[in-house]
T-cell receptor, first 115, second 110 residues
Framework: DTGVSQDPRHKITKRGQNVTFRCDPISEHNRLYWYRQTLGQGPEFLTYFQNEAQLEKSRLLSDRFSAERPKGSFSTLEIQRTEQGDSAMYLC?????????????FGPGTRLTVT | DAKTTQPNSMESNEEEPVHLPCNHSTISGTDYIHWYRQLPSQGPEYVIHGLTSNVNNRMASLAIAEDRKSSTLILHRATLRDAAVYYCILAFTNDYKLSFGAGTTVTVRA
C-alpha cells in the first residue's frame, strides 16, 4: 500500500529561480490538497483539486504560484521567481470522496530553501 | 473561518491518559471537528473527527460538548510514540480544507 509521495524531498534554489514540485496521491483518491508549513507553525491551506478541477485557491497563493493536476492523477506546484519568503515545507494530501472525504493522507513534504 | 483555541503544550507520563482540550465557540452547524497530529519531521496524520456525538477509534476518543463549543481529544494510554503536535481543526463538510492553528505540543515522559 503506497501512500502519498512527493518529489523532491528537499530543494535548495537561488532567489529568482523557478521551482516545480510533484505530488503523487494515493491512486484512487479524487481530492488533492496543497499546504505550506513554515517553522513552528501549523500547515496553511493553499489550494485543492477534485479530479482535474482546481476548486479553490487561497489568497496565500500569489500569481507566482500555479498548480495543476492533469488527468486527475499527480499534481504539480510551480513557484516562479522564488523569494526568500517562499522557504517552507510544501505538503500534499489526498482523500477519497466516496469514503466521506474527511480523512486526508499527507505526504512527507518537500522542503524548499531559497537562498 | 471558525477558529480553535488550544493550550500550547501538555506533558504526560507514559501509559497514562492524556486529555487535550479545544475551544471553538464560533463553530457553525456545518463544521466537523477534526484532530490531526504531526510527529517530528513528518506530514500530519489524521486522528479522529466528529460532528455532535462522541466518537471512538483505535487511536483515540473525541468528546464533544453538548453545545459543540468545545471538545476534548482523549489518548487513553500515552506512549512515547504519541509525542507530537496535536491540531484541533474545524472543517466545512463540502471541501474539508483544513485550517491548522499552532496546535498543542504533547510531551510524553517515560
Amino acid at each position: 500500500d503506497t501512500g502519498v509521495s512527493q518529489d523532491p524531498r528537499h530543494k535548495i534554489t537561488k532567489r529568482g529561480q523557478n521551482v516545480t514540485f510533484r505530488c503523487d496521491p494515493i491512486s484512487e483518491h479524487n481530492r488533492l490538497y496543497w499546504y505550506r508549513q513554515t517553522l513552528g507553525q501549523g500547515p496553511e491551506f493553499l489550494t485543492y483539486f477534485q479530479n482535474e478541477a482546481q476548486l479553490e485557491k487561497s489568497r496565500l497563493l500569489s500569481d507566482r504560484f500555479s498548480a495543476e493536476r492533469p488527468k486527475g492523477s499527480f499534481s504539480t506546484l510551480e513557484i516562479q521567481r522564488t523569494e526568500q519568503g517562499d522557504s517552507a515545507m510544501y505538503l500534499c494530501a489526498s482523500s477519497l470522496l466516496a469514503s466521506g472525504g474527511y480523512e486526508q493522507y499527507f505526504g512527507p513534504g518537500t522542503r524548499l530553501t531559497v537562498t | 473561518d471558525a477558529k480553535t483555541t488550544q493550550p500550547n503544550s501538555m506533558e504526560s507520563n507514559e501509559e497514562e491518559p492524556v486529555h487535550l482540550p479545544c475551544n471553538h465557540s464560533t463553530i457553525s452547524g456545518t463544521d466537523y471537528i477534526h484532530w490531526y497530529r504531526q510527529l517530528p519531521s513528518q506530514g500530519p496524520e489524521y486522528v479522529i473527527h466528529g460532528l455532535t456525538s462522541n466518537v471512538n477509534n483505535r487511536m483515540a476518543s473525541l468528546a464533544i460538548a453538548e453545545d459543540r463549543k468545545s471538545s476534548t481529544l482523549i489518548l487513553h494510554r500515552a506512549t512515547l510514540r504519541d509525542a507530537a503536535v496535536y491540531y484541533c481543526i474545524l472543517a466545512f463538510t463540502n471541501d474539508y480544507k483544513l485550517s491548522f492553528g499552532a496546535g498543542t505540543t504533547v510531551t510524553v515522559r517515560a
